[in-house]
């Protein structure tokens, strides 16, 4: 018999309340959730209080009598120790629980997550999410889900308070390799813009009147359209998303192609010029700034 979806005012545990788990904490509180949330950071605990919610230094204090568990988290290696490590929690989780990895993972280690919590008896979604800051605090995320269809319908009411778009993947693992695959198209039309406005910058072109032209003719991306002017042109470079965490998730992609043993060049290019910008700014540097070291390479060459 399937379970009857979770709705309010059920306990939902989130473990990770930074740039995007706090807000989105936030839009489940909204949504009349119980929200409990795990952060070594006082002042993202406070945050969480001051909202409404329950706050924990302790990950096992947290996820206490919650129906779902959510990891947002930087990396699938420290998602897994919060889940399966010597302190994890999973072993403490009621097998009626679902956990949610709603970071960005790399999909091979998903799968082996999804069969450690198996085990356990425990069912995992993948459930990464796309839209940034921005879009984490309106509610609006695109969120990419792998794993059983009953589960995702059991947690629908959970990620609809959260994303606007839910669209299901396949297998558990494969909301991750998504996601990858989207920041990969991201990255490399980021850098498509960029060089175009260094090009026509050096030319003579307005930058403004570059980005308003590829804007309407067939140029235009996500880049064009949302980042070159508020971040790259007026030089903030703050869109609050990491060239640190593009990096990685270039480099899970890049890995993903070669499990999959397939010879696609440009991913990898791409990769490993991220990875030179990462190496070649401050270790802060929002994603964006992507521009600034391009335009150092042409500057030091």
């Not at 306990?11 to 807000?23: R, T």
């Not at 993972?105 to 799968?111: C, K, M, N, Q, V």
Request: aromatic residues 4%; proline residues 5%.
């Amino acid at each position: 018999m399937a379970q009857s979806p979770i709705a309010p005012p059920a306990v939902v545990s989130i473990i990770g309340l930074g740039q995007m788990g706090l807000p989105m904490a936030r839009r489940l509180i909204a949504a009349g959730f119980t929200v409990h949330g795990a952060d070594p950071a006082e002042t993202a605990r406070t945050a969480l209080t001051d909202a409404g919610g329950r706050a924990f230094a302790s990950n096992a204090d947290a996820v206490a009598g919650a129906e779902v568990v959510i990891t947002m988290l930087p990396t699938g290696k420290i998602v897994r120790e919060a889940l399966m490590g010597p302190a994890g929690v999973a072993s403490t989780l009621p097998k009626s629980t679902l956990v949610i990895d709603m970071s960005s993972s790399a999909p091979t280690d998903t799968t082996a997550l999804a069969q450690d919590l198996a085990a356990l008896g425990l069912t995992l979604l993948d459930a990464p999410v796309s839209g940034g800051v921005k879009r984490a605090v309106d509610g609006s995320l695109a969120i990419m889900v792998g794993g059983p269809a009953e589960a995702l319908e059991r947690v629908r009411p959970v990620l609809a308070a959260m994303g606007k778009s839910i669209i299901a993947t396949g297998r558990v693992g494969s909301g991750h390799a998504m996601k990858a695959l989207n920041n990969y198209c991201s990255a490399a039309g980021l850098v498509a813009a960029c060089e175009a406005l260094l090009i026509g910058r050096t030319f003579g072109l307005a930058p403004e009147t570059i980005v308003d032209v590829l804007n309407v003719s067939t140029g235009r991306n996500n880049a064009t359209d949302v980042k070159m002017k508020p971040f790259v042109i007026s030089e903030t470079y703050n869109s609050g998303f990491s060239l640190a965490l593009m990096t990685k998730d270039l480099q899970i992609a890049a890995g993903l192609a070669r499990h999959l043993g397939l010879g696609v060049p440009q991913v990898q290019a791409m990769a490993d010029l991220w990875d030179k910008a990462r190496a070649g700014l401050k270790p802060d540097a929002d994603h964006t700034e992507i521009y600034r070291y391009l335009a150092d390479l042409d500057a030091n060459r």
